[in-house]
């Protein structure tokens, strides 16, 4: 889908609508610590670097897009959050340096949050 946000700017609007629920959602259920779900479960912690990428989507469509959308202060603190879990305990049991999957999506994640797109290549024009 962020991909698809990307290469497709037709079908950004739709995009960013469809996601709405899910970012909100995201927003409201993000853990005290800073990432999404439970450190009972590891598939949360795995999830939780592509969860901020989704944010970061959603921060960098707002900051582009029409006077009709407001950027949403509420992103930049669930990133900044996220990242001070990172700082703190992101390492060992919590995922990074210890499960493979986890260590490379919060590299990317940690540069979308810096450049959004850049993990995605440049899009090609048609």
């Known amino acids: ?5 990307l290469h497709t700017p037709e079908n950004r609007a739709a995009i960013i609508k469809a996601t709405e629920p899910t970012v909100e959602w995201l927003l409201a259920h993000q853990n005290a610590e800073g990432f999404w779900g439970s450190t009972a479960h ?3 912690l795995q999830r939780s670097p592509r969860v901020a990428t989704l944010l970061s989507l959603r921060a960098a469509a707002l900051s582009t897009s029409s006077a009709e959308h407001k950027a949403d202060p509420r992103l930049g ?3 900044a959050k996220y ?3 990172l700082a703190a ?3 060992g049991p919590y995922g990074v340096n210890d499960i493979l999957n986890t260590t490379g999506f919060v590299g990317l994640a940690l540069i979308d949050m810096l450049q959004f797109g850049a993990t995605f290549g440049t899009p090609k024009s048609h």
């Not at 889908?1 to 946000?5: F, R, S, T, V, W």
Request: a positive charge; zero cysteines.
């Open 1 to 5: 889908m962020l991909g698809a946000y």
């Open 42 to 44: 590891a598939a949360d």
């Open 77 to 79: 603190a669930a990133l």
């Open 83 to 85: 990242v001070k879990f």
């Open 89 to 91: 305990k992101g390492k």
